[in-house]
Every structure is written in structure tokens, then in C-alpha cells.
């Protein structure tokens, strides 16, 4: 699994978890939600940027964004 998926998974994964839309995340993080979605499928790489961006809408470390799955 590359980094790109281990982002899509968990993203998704943390998302769902705090039971929030694609289009709920978007206005938190000023990230459109066609961007979040393409993020969650693995079709985009994640800038550094949009990264803290999902991140600090989220309310996690960054790293658990990249994290690998034990």
C-alpha cells in the first residue's frame, strides 16, 4: 500500500469516525469536496498544504493522516 492509499484509508476512516460528510469536511478546511474525494479514493496525492489543512479540520496530528496500519 502506498502512501497515497494509507492517506485514503485513513482519512476516511477518521472521517466517518467523527461521523462527518465529505461536504461537512470541506467547509471546515476550505477544501473542496471534489478534492476530498479524489483524496479518499487514492486518485491525488495530498499537498503538504492540504494535509495540515485536514488535519487541523479533523482535530488529529498530522500523522495520523499517514500513518500505515498495524
Given at each position: 500500500m502506498d502512501?497515497?492509499?494509507?492517506?485514503?484509508?485513513?482519512?476516511?476512516?477518521?472521517?466517518h469516525g467523527m461521523k462527518l460528510t465529505q461536504e461537512e469536511l470541506?467547509?471546515?478546511?476550505?477544501?473542496s469536496v471534489r478534492h476530498i474525494g479524489k483524496i479518499?479514493?487514492?486518485?491525488v496525492s495530498a499537498s503538504v498544504t492540504v494535509l495540515g489543512?485536514?488535519?487541523?479540520?479533523?482535530?488529529v496530528d498530522p500523522c495520523e493522516l499517514?500513518?500505515?496500519p498495524r
Open positions: 502512501l497515497k492509499e494509507v492517506m485514503a484509508v485513513n482519512l476516511r476512516r477518521i472521517r470541506a467547509h471546515r478546511t476550505g477544501v479518499e479514493r487514492a486518485t489543512q485536514l488535519s487541523e479540520g479533523l482535530g499517514l500513518a500505515r
